[in-house]
């Protein structure tokens, strides 16, 4: 079982819809939450990061974390065709190695 | 945020070939970290590229293979040796701060092997 799953999608909404975006993990020691976009051929550009159970809001993009659940997810509200991407989560532990664990990334498309 | 460059942004190699792929950052960072990301997957760690002294390798990732340097805070290079098919791949160089948390990605080398 990979440390953390995600929904390869793709995942296909109309431009204006509100889009969610999920991982789940299996390790405790993860304290650290990060959602990044990956557009074709270019590398992950970091969206948000958080390290605490609850919203985190910037723009259109909200994060959410859910420690005991083990549950994140990145809600887009007001879709743009600009947001088709992969997003991809990722997480670190609190202490020692500060290495970034990655889900598979997600595949979205907002259609115009 | 670090903006960061990597070259060569791609090359095709032949099979028991080296490539050296260099990293650079616009401003000095404390971590730099090497990753790799094979078609259509997410993306694995190589190592922790460390300056001034040798790098930390992932289960899986050995020196010999992907021998890494790093000598100063802007600058880091990743060589893929005695290529063959299977290292066909995307290379990502990331920088952080002292925390390695808010990573920073180059754009990625694109290698294929033949």
């Known amino acids: 079982q990979k440390e953390v799953e995600q929904d390869p999608g793709p995942l296909s909404v109309p431009e204006g819809a509100i889009v969610s975006l999920n991982c789940t993990y299996s390790n405790s020691a993860f304290q650290y939450f990060m959602w990044y976009r990956q557009y074709s051929r270019k590398g992950p550009e970091l969206l948000m990061y958080t390290y605490s159970s609850g919203n985190k809001e910037d723009g259109r993009f909200t994060a959410q974390v859910d420690k005991s659940s083990k549950y994140i997810s990145l809600f887009i509200r007001d879709s743009q065709p600009s947001d088709s991407a992969t997003y991809l989560c990722a997480m670190s532990a609190s202490t020692g190695r500060r290495a970034l664990t990655f889900g598979s990334g997600t595949r979205l498309q907002v259609q115009p | 945020s670090a903006v960061i460059s990597q070259k060569p942004s791609r090359d095709i190699c032949q099979r028991g070939t080296s490539l050296t792929i260099q990293c650079q950052v616009d401003s000095q960072v404390t971590m730099m970290f090497w990753y790799r990301q094979q078609p259509g997957q997410s993306l694995t760690l190589i190592a922790t590229a460390n300056q001034g002294s040798e790098a930390t390798y992932e289960s899986g990732f050995v020196i010999d293979k992907f021998p890494i340097s790093r000598p100063n805070l802007t600058f880091s290079t990743l060589t893929v040796s005695n290529m063959s098919p299977e290292d066909s791949s995307i290379y990502l160089c990331?920088?952080?701060?002292?925390?390695?948390?808010?990573?920073?990605f180059g754009p990625g080398t694109r290698l294929t092997v033949t």
């Open positions: 990331s920088a952080s701060g002292t925390s390695g948390l808010e990573q920073y």
